[in-house]
C-alpha cells in the first residue's frame, strides 16, 4: 500500500526495522520478528510494543523508505503485509521511477518528484476503494489494506469502520483492531507472538448490549449461539454501538427477515455503503418514528434553530427537520412543542431581513393563513434553496386547489360545533371524491358519512348531562384550535396532549384522527384513488377475501352499525381494497376491530387512509404473516415490566405469559378486550403519541392490578384478573349508550366488581409512565428485534432437526452443525452476490423444512467440504449429479432433509444402500447428455472384453466363488421383490462412468493399490455378464446360464491380473485402441453389480469401514468462507 510521504529522521530508529533489499534511492525494510531470522523473543518484544503502543508499522512488517544520498532524512512511502505485496511495489519503483531519477540534478527536486507520484497513486487508489468518503481516507485506506490482508475477504466484504480496543477472554483483555463490514464484525490481536482472529457474521449475532464486568465499567457484549464475547477501551463508545446496532439490525432484516424489509434506496448495494450512510439511516429512521411519517421520506438536513410560539410569546429552542415532503420542528425540551408541515401545505418559504434580534430568520407560509418564523438558522442561503427546490417538486407532483374565502370562512368553523361535519372540506384541503375533473365520474362512495352519524344512539341515563361534557370538550377544543392551529400543521404541545387524554369529543374524533396521523395529507394527495382501488378489488375472489368474509360478522357485532349490511358492506370494501394496495400485507386478523372502530368515527375514504397510515407507519410490521413487529413490541413491553414494575417482575418469573396476554392490547389497540366507548379514548392517544401510549397504559394496567398478579398462583389466573379489570373500565362521559363487550371473560352476575374510569387510568399512565421517549423506545425495539429474529431462526432449526433426525443415523449434536453450515452456506452466497437468486430462496412463509434452500452451486460447495466421496478433479462432476438427484421437483432447489439424508447414505449407510445410491447417480436424471464429463471414454468406442477375466486369488484359496455369486443374485432376487420397483438396467455408457466414479474415489486411499486391482477385476467381470447378456438377450433370461459361463471363462484365465484397467489414468488412449463394441442392449443391474463388488473384500471393506463425520464438519466451518473466496476470484478473472 502507497503511504503519504511523511519524513522520519533515522531509517533504523530503536533497531526495530532489518534492511531488506535497498538501491540508490530506495531502502526495503523488515520489521524486527517477522520473517526468516527475526530472533524469537526480540519479534515477540517488538509485536508486543506494536499491540500496546499502537504504532503504525505494527501491522505492516514491511516498509519502503525514500532516501535521497547525502541526506539523513528518509520518508516511509509504502508499506506491506506480506513480501510478495511489498516487492510488487518494489518492482514498479524500479521500472517507473529509478530510471529516471538520475536524470535530476538537485536532491529537492528528487524527493518533490517521488512524493508527487507517489501522492497520484494514492489518490487513484483512493477513488477506486472510495475511501474519500471516510472522514480520514489516509487511515482508513490502511485500515482497508490491513483488514483484507488478515480475513481474506471477497471485494464485495465493504469495510465500514475500524476501531481500536480490548477483547476480554475471560479477565485477560488483549488490545487489536476491531473492524466492522457490512456482513461481519471481525477483530484481530497479534500480542507477545500470539496471534489472534474472530470473525463474527452479523447475521449470527442473538445479543448485542452494553454492559459491564468486573474490571470495566462499560463494554459491549455480543452474543451468539455459543460464545460471549465482550470488547471494551473505546474512544467513543456511543458511536461504536450505535454502529453496530445499525449494522445487526440492517443486515438481520434483510437476510432473515425480507418478507417485508425493505431497504433504503441509498442502502441497496451494500458495496458503497459508508459509516456515514450508517448514521444517516439511523437518523432518518429516529425522524420518521418521531413524527410517525412514511417510510420513504428521506431526511435531507437537521438544522438547529429556534421558531417563535405565538402561545407563549418567544422563540423556543430546537431543531428543524427538512425531508423530501415535510419540514418538522421539535422543541430540545421534550414535549414542549412540535409542528409538521407537509410541504403540500405550504405557500411560500421567504428570506427576511437579518437583524440582531432575529439572526438569519426565514419565513414559511401555510395556506390556511399562518406563518411560522424560524431564527438562527446556519447556511440559510442552501437551507431555503433546496427548500423551495422541494416545494415545487411536491406542487408539480401533487396540484394543490386552492379555495376561496367563502369556502375559507366555512372552513373556519368546522371545530366550533358539535355537530359531525358532513362536508368534505377540511383544513383549507378540498377533498374530491371524483379526483380531478378530467377524471370520468366514478359512482359516489356508498359512505360519505360516519358509521357513528347514520347510527348514533343516546345514552339512556343522564343524556343531557352526557351532551354537556361533550359540548364543554368541544368548547376547549375550539378554543385550543383558535391558540394553537386547527390544520395539521398545528402547534403540539403538552396542552394538547392533556385534551387528548380526557377523551376527544365524538364530533372532532374522526377529524383529529385524521390530523394527528396526518392521514389528513395522503387523503388529499391521491383524490379518487381509493375509490379506483375498490372498483379494481370487489368482486375479486381469492384467500385475502375469503379470510376478510369470514370476520366481517366478527367485527363489533354488538353495535349496531355492524348489525346490518350497511357497516358490513362498507367494512368489506376497506380491507378488500387495502389487501389490494398492500398485497405483502393483504388481511391480517385483528385488522377488521380496528377498521370497524374507524369506520364509526371517520368517513370511508378517511377510515381507508387511517387504516394506511396505522398498518405502514404506526405500527410498522405488525400486519404480516409472522407479526415480527408486534413480537419485537412485546419483548420490549417485558423490558419495560422489569424496569418499571420489579416487584411483579421478581414474582412472575416468566415474563411471557404477561406478554401473551398484552398481545392483543397491542395488535387491536385494547379494542378487542376493553368496553368500546372506554377503548375508543386509548385510540386517541395512540394517533397522538402513537406506540408510546399503549406502552404506558399497559404499565398502568399492570400496576393496577400488581398485588392481585403477586397473589396468583398460575398464568389462567392472571388472565383472569386482567380481563375482569379491563372489562370493567368504564366511560362515564361517553354520550353513547354502554357497549357490551362480547370479547368479554366474566359478567357481573357474581359480585360487583369496582369500575375503573377510563381517564384516570390514562392520566395515571402518563404521569407515572409518560417519560418513555421515542427514542428509547426506538432503541429498545432495534434491540429486540434481533432477539425475535433470532428466536424465529432457532424455532425453524428445531422444527426442521425434529423431522430429520428420526429419518438419519447422524448424531443430533452433527446434525445441528450441519444444518448450520447448510444455511451459513446460502447466507454467504447472499453476502456478496446481491443479484444473487438466493435471496429469493429464504422465504419465512414456507414450511419449515422448505424456509432455506440452495441451489446447485451451493450443494456443490458444500459437498466439497463435508462429503466423504470425494473424487479429485471429479468431485465437481459428482457433486452435480447428487443434486440432480436430490431435485426430484426440477426446480433446481434442494432442502436440508433431501442433503441429510443423502449425506447419511455415504457417511452411515450399509454397503448396498451406498452402492444404491452410486449406482442411481449414474442414471438419469443425475447422468445427462450434457454432463460436463463429455469428454470421457463414453464418446469413443467402448470397452471390449476380448481379454479374459482373471480374479487374482491364490491357489489356497478353497472358496467356491461360483455357488457363492449364484446365491448372492438369487437372494437379491428376493430382496427385490419385496421392495420398491426394480431400478433401470444401466447401459455400457452409464456404467464406465460408474466405474471411473469408484477408480476416481480410491485416489490417495492407503489401500489404493489393492483397491485399484479389485475394481479392475469387478470391472472386466461386469463387462462379460454385460456382453453374455447381450448376446443370450434374443433367447430370453441369462442369469445363472451366463454367470457360469464367465466363470468357467475366468477360471481358465492366466492373464496377469491387472491386464484390465492397469492404468485408468490412460483410458481414453486405451478406449481408442480399443475394439469397437455396439452399446446395443448390453446391461447390468444393480444386482450384477453389488455382487460383483462382493467377490472383493478390499472393496466390501471400503465401503463398510467407519467414517468419522466431526473432522470433516470442523475442518468445514473453517474453509467455508476460504471456499467462497475462491470460487469468486475464479469468476473475476
Not at 396526518?518 to 394527495?525: E, I, K, N, P, R
Not at 370511508?604 to 387511517?610: D, G, K, Q, S, V
Not at 385510540?683 to 403477586?710: P, R, T, W
Amino acid at each position: 500500500m502507497w503511504l503519504k510521504p511523511e519524513e522520519v529522521l533515522l531509517k533504523n530508529a530503536l533497531k526495530l526495522w532489518v534492511t531488506h533489499k535497498s538501491s540508490c534511492y530506495f531502502i526495503l525494510q523488515r520489521r524486527r520478528g517477522h520473517g526468516e531470522g527475526g530472533g524469537r523473543f526480540t519479534g515477540r518484544l517488538v509485536g508486543a510494543l506494536d499491540a500496546v503502543l499502537d504504532s503504525n508499522a505494527r501491522v505492516a512488517p514491511f516498509r519502503i523508505l525514500l532516501q535521497v544520498p547525502g541526506s539523513q532524512v528518509y520518508s516511509p512511502i509504502a508499506c506491506g503485509a506480506t513480501l510478495e505485496e511489498i516487492n510488487q511495489h518494489w518492482e514498479w519503483l524500479e521500472q517507473n521511477l529509478l530510471h529516471t531519477l538520475s536524470v535530476f540534478d538537485n536532491k529537492e527536486d528528487i524527493a518533490s518528484f517521488v512524493k508527487g507520484k507517489i501522492k497520484a497513486l494514492i489518490a487513484e487508489e483512493t477513488s477506486s476503494k472510495l475511501a474519500e468518503q471516510e472522514e480520514e481516507p489516509e487511515k482508513f485506506r490502511e485500515a482497508l489494506v490491513k483488514f483484507e490482508a488478515r480475513f481474506n475477504f471477497p471485494d464485495a466484504e465493504k469495510l465500514i469502520t475500524y476501531y481500536s480496543c480490548c477483547c476480554w477472554k475471560g479477565r485477560v483483555p488483549r488490545q487489536g483492531w476491531l473492524y466492522l463490514s457490512i456482513n461481519h464484525l471481525c477483530f484481530y490481536s497479534f500480542f507477545l507472538g500470539k496471534e489472534l482472529k474472530l470473525i463474527i457474521p452479523w447475521v449470527d449475532v442473538q445479543k448485542l448490549e452494553r454492559t459491564c464486568n468486573v474490571f470495566m465499567t462499560d463494554t459491549i457484549r455480543i452474543t451468539t449461539q455459543n460464545k460471549e464475547r465482550d470488547f471494551s477501551m473505546f474512544l467513543n463508545l456511543d458511536e461504536v454501538f450505535k454502529i453496530m446496532e445499525q449494522l445487526a439490525d440492517m443486515t438481520l432484516r434483510r437476510l432473515l427477515d425480507n418478507e417485508i424489509f425493505e431497504l433504503d434506496p441509498d442502502l441497496q448495494e451494500p458495496t458503497q455503503i459508508t459509516k456515514r450512510d450508517l448514521e444517516a439511516r439511523a437518523q432518518n429512521e429516529f425522524f420518521r418514528a418521531f413524527f410517525r411519517l412514511p417510510r420513504k421520506e428521506k431526511l435531507h438536513e437537521v438544522v438547529d434553530c429556534s421558531l417563535w410560539t405565538p402561545f407563549n410569546r418567544c422563540h423556543t429552542v430546537g431543531r428543524m427537520f427538512a425531508s423530501d415532503s415535510y419540514v418538522c420542528f421539535a422543541s430540545k425540551e421534550d414535549g414542549c412543542c412540535n409542528v409538521i408541515l407537509p410541504l403540500r401545505e405550504v405557500v411560500s418559504i421567504e428570506k427576511m431581513e437579518d437583524t440582531s434580534l432575529l439572526p438569519n430568520p426565514i419565513i414559511i407560509s401555510i395556506r390556511s393563513k399562518m406563518a411560522f418564523q424560524f431564527i438562527e438558522l446556519k447556511d440559510r442561503e442552501s437551507l431555503v434553496e433546496n427548500l423551495l427546490m422541494r416545494l415545487k417538486k411536491v406542487h408539480a407532483n401533487s396540484p394543490v386547489h386552492y379555495d376561496n374565502l367563502k369556502n375559507e370562512d366555512a372552513i373556519s368553523s368546522l371545530f366550533q360545533s358539535a355537530s359531525v361535519c358532513d362536508d368534505q372540506k377540511f383544513g383549507n384541503l378540498k377533498l374530491s371524491q371524483n379526483g380531478n375533473k378530467g377524471d370520468k365520474e366514478t359512482s359516489p362512495l356508498p359512505n360519505s358519512e360516519a358509521l357513528i352519524a347514520i347510527f348514533h344512539q343516546s345514552g339512556t341515563q343522564s343524556p343531557d348531562s352526557r351532551m354537556s361534557r361533550e359540548q364543554i370538550k368541544a368548547s376547549l377544543w375550539s378554543d385550543h384550535f383558535v391558540e394553537y392551529g386547527r390544520t395539521v400543521c398545528m402547534f403540539r404541545t403538552e396542552k394538547i396532549r392533556k385534551l387528548v387524554a380526557m377523551g376527544i369529543p365524538e364530533s372532532l374524533r374522526g377529524k383529529l384522527w385524521l390530523l394527528f396521523s396526518d392521514a389528513v395529507t395522503d387523503l388529499a394527495s391521491h383524490p379518487g384513488y381509493y375509490g379506483n382501488l375498490v372498483e379494481e378489488s370487489m368482486g375479486k375472489c381469492c384467500l385475502v377475501t375469503e379470510e376478510i368474509e369470514r370476520d366481517l360478522h366478527r367485527s363489533l357485532p354488538e353495535h349496531p352499525a355492524f348489525q346490518n349490511e350497511t357497516g358490513i358492506a362498507a367494512l368489506r370494501r376497506v380491507l378488500t381494497a387495502y389487501a389490494h394496495r398492500n398485497p405483502k400485507i393483504g388481511y391480517c386478523q385483528s385488522m377488521n376491530i380496528l377498521t370497524s372502530v374507524l369506520l364509526l368515527y371517520a368517513k370511508e375514504e378517511e377510515a381507508f387512509w387511517l387504516l394506511v397510515a396505522v398498518c405502514e407507519r404506526m405500527l410498522p410490521d405488525y400486519f404480516n404473516h409472522r407479526v415480527i413487529g408486534a413480537q419485537v413490541d412485546q419483548s420490549v413491553f417485558e423490558e419495560l415490566i422489569r424496569e418499571r414494575l420489579p416487584e411483579l417482575a421478581e414474582h412472575m418469573k416468566d415474563l411471557s405469559t404477561l406478554a401473551s396476554i398484552s398481545l392483543s392490547w397491542f395488535l387491536t389497540l385494547f379494542l378487542s378486550i376493553m368496553p368500546l366507548e372506554s377503548a375508543v379514548n386509548v385510540v386517541d392517544c395512540f394517533f397522538y403519541d402513537g406506540i408510546k401510549a399503549i406502552f404506558q397504559l399497559g404499565l398502568a394496567v399492570l400496576e393496577a392490578n400488581a398485588v392481585e398478579l403477586c397473589s396468583s398462583k398460575d398464568d389462567g389466573q392472571a388472565l383472569m384478573i386482567l380481563s375482569r379489570f379491563l372489562d370493567h373500565v368504564k366511560n362515564e362521559e361517553s354520550p353513547g349508550p354502554p357497549i357490551g363487550n362480547h370479547h368479554a371473560f366474566f359478567s357481573d352476575d357474581q359480585e360487583p366488581y369496582p369500575v375503573t374510569d377510563i381517564a384516570d387510568l390514562i392520566r395515571d399512565s402518563y404521569e407515572k409512565f409518560g417519560d418513555q421517549s421515542v427514542e428509547l423506545i426506538e432503541h429498545m425495539r432495534c434491540k429486540h428485534r434481533i432477539r425475535v429474529l433470532q428466536g424465529h431462526e432457532d424455532t425453524t432449526k428445531q422444527n426442521v432437526l425434529r423431522v430429520v433426525i428420526p429419518e438419519v443415523s447422524i448424531l443430533p449434536e452433527d446434525l445441528e452443525e450441519l444444518y448450520d453450515l447448510f444455511k451459513r452456506e446460502h447466507m454467504i452466497s447472499c453476502y456478496w452476490e446481491q443479484t444473487s437468486p438466493a435471496f429469493q430462496h429464504h422465504d419465512p412463509n414456507r414450511p419449515y423444512a422448505e424456509q432455506y434452500l440452495i441451489d446447485a452451486q451451493q450443494f456443490t460447495n458444500l459437498y466439497k467440504l463435508v462429503s466423504p466421496w470425494t473424487c479429485g478433479a471429479h468431485t465437481e462432476i459428482l457433486a452435480e449429479r447428487t443434486f440432480r438427484l436430490l431435485d426430484e421437483n426440477m426446480d433446481h432447489l434442494i432442502a436440508f432433509k433431501g442433503f441429510a439424508i443423502c449425506l447419511d447414505i455415504m457417511y452411515n449407510g450399509e454397503m448396498n444402500e451406498k452402492i444404491k445410491l452410486l449406482y442411481r447417480l449414474h442414471l438419469p436424471p443425475a447422468l445427462t447428455e450434457n454432463d460436463k464429463d463429455s469428454q470421457s471414454p463414453l464418446k469413443n468406442p467402448l470397452l471390449s472384453t476380448s481379454r479374459p477375466l482373471v480374479f487374482g486369488k491364490s491357489n489356497g484359496d478353497a472358496i467356491d466363488y461360483q455357488k457363492q455369486l449364484k446365491q448372492m443374485l438369487k437372494d437379491l432376487a428376493k430382496e427385490k421383490d419385496k421392495t420398491e420397483k426394480e431400478l433401470p438396467k444401466m447401459s455400457q455408457r452409464e456404467f464406465i462412468q460408474f466405474c471411473k466414479t469408484l477408480y476416481s474415489m480410491f485416489h490417495e486411499d492407503p489401500e489404493e493399490n489393492d483397491l485399484y486391482q479389485a475394481i479392475a477385476t469387478v470391472t472386466t467381470l461386469l463387462l462379460q455378464i454385460g456382453e453374455v447378456g447381450q448376446r443370450s438377450s434374443s433367447s430370453g433370461s441369462c442369469s445363472d446360464e451366463y454367470m457360469e459361463d464367465v466363470q468357467t471363462e475366468a477360471s481358465a484365465s492366466t492373464s496377469d491380473q491387472d491386464s484390465v484397467f492397469a492404468d485408468i489414468g490412460k483410458m481414453p488412449q486405451r478406449y481408442s485402441q480399443a475394439l469397437s463394441v455396439t452399446e446395443g442392449d448390453w446391461t447390468v443391474s444393480l444386482e450384477h453389480i453389488l455382487a460383483s463388488l462382493l467377490t472383493e473384500q478390499s472393496l466390501v471393506n471400503f465401503f463398510e469401514k467407519p467414517l468419522d463425520i466431526k473432522s470433516k464438519l470442523e475442518n468445514a466451518k473453517i474453509n467455508q468462507y476460504s471456499l467462497k473466496t475462491n470460487e469468486m476470484s475464479r469468476q473475476s478473472e
